[in-house]
Every structure is written in structure tokens, then in C-alpha cells.
């Protein structure tokens, strides 16, 4: 399914959070046809608009996922997706994804607005108790983006895949629900949750402020 749409309003940077359009499928063709996108991605391969058409046609009608093109104010395409997966699941869980093609919008706020705007809707409206994310630990600016959030690394895995002659490692994070720490954690959230869980509750107070639904 593509996510309603939301407009937030974070730290100086506009975001609007769409749905995608055939319209939109030519941009999603010229960057996921790039090496420099898929370094740090699952892919490895150039995408065509076939492709593009079959994934647009398929996330249309899949109820276990969510997802948004992103749109900051100032840019008249998409500049990036993001998405909530495994929502069909009966654990109160789901897990989040996102990549902005756009180098020149990398560093200005973009990501940190998205995530605001996705976990929101995850939390608010969807009744997700917990949300997974995965980043390479090369990529420092999305793992700290999510930490922002209050992602939680709880694992990091080796040799996780090939790329440019070398191994990645990649991290493994989740987002935990302030609100459901009692009951998902009844012998106490451990220490190293702990800061995570309070960065999540600012989030949240953050971005039922600065995230509108016109």
C-alpha cells in the first residue's frame, strides 16, 4: 500500500511524505541504476522501468507494506522512498527502510524529518510496539539519523556483504514504544535500551507537533 500523505515540518526543512505516482517511476529508474545508491542497499543491480512498473504494481496492493516517496520542499521530484514492512504480522512489530538518491539533499535534514513522519504513523496509527532497522556501519550519518529517533543497536553483524572488494558490517537496530516498555520489558527495560526508549518519547511528543496530515 502507498502511505497517506504527510507534511512535516522539522528544524528549518520542509518534507512532504506521498504517494508514488507512474509519474515518479523514470527518477526511481535513473538512481537505482547507480552503484553509488545500492553501496549500502540490498541491491547490486540496474533497474529498468519494467521493473520499476512491477514493484509499483505490487507495493499498490501489498498490505504488509507501507510506503512513501519522499519530496522536501524546494525539489519538484522525488528525491528518495521510505517504507514500513511486515505489517501483517501479530507481534505489534514492523520494520523500516529508507534511501534518498539525492546526494545534494544528503546532510540537510531530510532523513530526520522522514523518520519523524514514518515512526509517527507506525506508532500512532498503525500500533506498532516496536520497529527494526538495519544500516552499514559504514553509514554513519543513517545510523545516527535513527539513533536520533531512538533506534537501539542491539546487534552488529560481520561480513554482512561484498562490496567494492571488501566485506560490510551492518548493523541491526529497533525502536521501542515508550509507552509499551512496562509491557514488553516487565523485569525492566535494560541499561542499554534505556536511552534509546527516552529519545523515542521525544520523537514522538516532537513529531505530533511538526507532522501534518493535509
Not at 531530510?110 to 510496539?129: I, K, P
Not at 561480513?159 to 509499551?180: E, Q, S
Request: proline share 4%; hydrophobic share 40%; with cysteine.
Amino acid at each position: 500500500m502507498y502511505g497517506v500523505t504527510m507534511q512535516i515540518s522539522h528544524k528549518g526543512q520542509e518534507v512532504t511524505l506521498r504517494a508514488l505516482s507512474k509519474d515518479d517511476l523514470p527518477e526511481l529508474v535513473k538512481h537505482f541504476s547507480s552503484m553509488k545508491i545500492h553501496m549500502y542497499t540490498k541491491g547490486l543491480f540496474a533497474q529498468t522501468l519494467e521493473n520499476e512498473m512491477e514493484w509499483y504494481e505490487k507495493n499498490r496492493k501489498d498490505p504488509d507494506s507501507c510506503v512513501w516517496g519522499i519530496q522536501p520542499q524546494g525539489s519538484e521530484v522525488v528525491i528518495g522512498v521510505t517504507a514500513l514492512h511486515d505489517l501483517s504480522g501479530r507481534n505489534n512489530s514492523c520494520s523500516s527502510g529508507i534511501i534518498i538518491w539525492d546526494s545534494t539533499w544528503w546532510g540537510k535534514g531530510v532523513a530526520s524529518a522522514t523518520h519523524l513522519g514514518r515512526t509517527m504513523f507506525a506508532a500512532d496509527y498503525l500500533n506498532c510496539f516496536t520497529i527494526r532497522s538495519s544500516v552499514r556501519v559504514e553509514n554513519e550519518a543513517s545510523r545516527k539519523a535513527l539513533e536520533r529517533m531512538g533506534y537501539s543497536i542491539w546487534g552488529t553483524e560481520p561480513v554482512a556483504v561484498p562490496r567494492a572488494g571488501r566485506w560490510l558490517d551492518t548493523h541491526h537496530l529497533k525502536w521501542i514504544h515508550p509507552n509499551m516498555v512496562d509491557l514488553l520489558f516487565p523485569g525492566g527495560l535494560p541499561e542499554r535500551l534505556k536511552e534509546g526508549v527516552e529519545k523515542a518519547k521525544i520523537a514522538l511528543e516532537t513529531a505530533r507537533l511538526e507532522v501534518a496530515f493535509p
